[in-house]
C-alpha cells in the first residue's frame, strides 16, 4: 500500500521559515510528479507547488519567490522549503504524487501537516 508521510509543519511567526518533507513508500518514486497542496480552515484545497519528474518546478503566484519544491528521488523524498512566510499561509499542507500513464491516473496523498503563522 502506497503511503506518503509529510512532516516538518508547526507553528512559526510571520516572517519565518519551516521545510516539509514527504517521504512516499513508492519503488517507482522518480517518475510520479510531486505536488504540495494546502487547505485554510473554511477554504477549498489549493495547489501550492510542482516538481516534474524531470525537476521542472511551478508555483501558485501566492508563494512565488517565497516557497521552493525540491526532490530527492534517491531517498524518495520531496520538500517544501517555505520562507517569509505570512499568517495566510496557514493551512494544512497535503504532499500528492501523481503518475498519468493512460488509460490510468496513479493519484496518492498523504495525511498532512499543520503549518500555522502566527502574526
Known amino acids: 500500500q502506497v503511503q506518503l508521510v509529510e512532516s516538518g509543519g508547526g507553528l512559526v511567526q510571520a516572517g519565518g521559515s519551516l521545510r516539509l518533507s514527504c517521504a512516499a513508500s513508492l519503488s517507482t518514486f522518480s517518475i510520479y510528479a510531486m505536488n504540495w497542496y494546502r487547505q485554510a480552515p473554511g477554504k477549498e484545497r489549493e495547489w501550492v507547488a510542482n516538481?516534474?519528474?524531470?525537476?521542472?518546478?511551478n508555483y501558485a503566484d501566492s508563494v512565488k519567490g517565497r516557497f521552493t519544491i525540491s526532490r530527492d528521488n534517491a531517498k524518495c523524498t520531496v520538500y517544501l522549503q517555505m520562507n517569509s512566510l505570512k499568517p495566510e499561509d496557514t493551512a494544512v499542507y497535503y504532499c500528492n504524487a501523481n503518475w498519468v500513464f493512460a488509460p490510468t491516473t496513479y493519484d496518492y496523498w498523504g495525511q498532512g501537516t499543520q503549518v500555522t503563522v502566527s502574526s
Open positions: 516538481i516534474n519528474r524531470g525537476g521542472s518546478t
